[in-house]
């Protein structure tokens, strides 16, 4: 498998995220949260997709 340092990159920042809130999903998920409502730029909502097999 070839090094490709954008993804080492990515790895690296998870590694941090993760570290920085004790590997605790909910309070990563709550920091994501806030850092989200702090930005200023748009956020695009999707509307959900039906499956298919239902």
Same mark, same amino acid.
């Given at each position: 498998?070839? =090094? $490709?340092?954008?993804?080492?990159? !990515? =790895?690296?920042?998870?590694?941090? !995220?993760?570290?920085? &809130?004790? =590997? $605790?999903?909910?309070?990563? =998920?709550?920091? !994501?949260?806030?850092?989200?409502?702090?930005?200023?730029?748009?956020?695009?909502? !999707?509307?959900?997709?039906?499956?298919?097999? &239902?």
């Amino acid at each position: 498998m070839n =090094y $490709d340092p954008v993804i080492a990159e !990515l =790895y690296q920042i998870k590694q941090d !995220l993760a570290a920085e &809130f004790d =590997y $605790d999903l909910k309070k990563i =998920y709550e920091a !994501l949260k806030v850092r989200q409502k702090a930005n200023p730029k748009p956020h695009i909502k !999707l509307p959900a997709k039906r499956s298919s097999n &239902f």
